[in-house]
């Protein structure tokens, strides 16, 4: 059974930075994608960033291009999201999901598992 823990949310003020951490475990991930998605309060989850768990290839939401960054870790199985000049608008919870597909996809249904969220929010 494939699992994803989030960590590394907290508050922060505008400008500053956070990294979040989401360690897998229950599988090899060598043919998966992960990918990070963020749900804001009355709002639809949204994809914010995704790696290829093989090459590393990424991709991200025109809304965080320049600010935030995907990475991982293979032999920690762990990914993480560096965010950087964060804005009150990037308040969310912030989810981890992977899908056993080497190809990341913007669609939430097109992930199998999910972590449980980690808060972040933006004081202004």
């Known amino acids: 059974q494939v699992q994803l823990v989030e960590s590394g949310g907290g508050l922060v003020q505008t400008g500053g930075s956070l990294r979040l951490s989401c360690v897998a475990s229950g599988d090899t991930f060598e043919n998966y994608a992960m990918a990070w998605f963020r749900q804001a309060p009355g709002k639809e989850r949204e994809f914010v960033s995704g790696?290829?768990?093989?090459?590393?290839?990424?991709s991200g939401a025109d809304s965080v291009k320049g600010r935030f960054s995907v990475s991982r870790d293979n032999a920690k199985n762990t990914l993480f999201l560096s965010m950087n000049s964060l804005r009150p608008e990037d308040t969310a919870v912030y989810y981890c999901a992977t899908r056993s597909y080497n190809r990341v996809s913007q669609r939430e249904d097109e992930y199998e598992y999910w972590g449980q969220g980690t808060q972040v929010t933006v004081s202004s």
């Open positions: 790696i290829r768990w093989t090459d590393g290839g990424t």
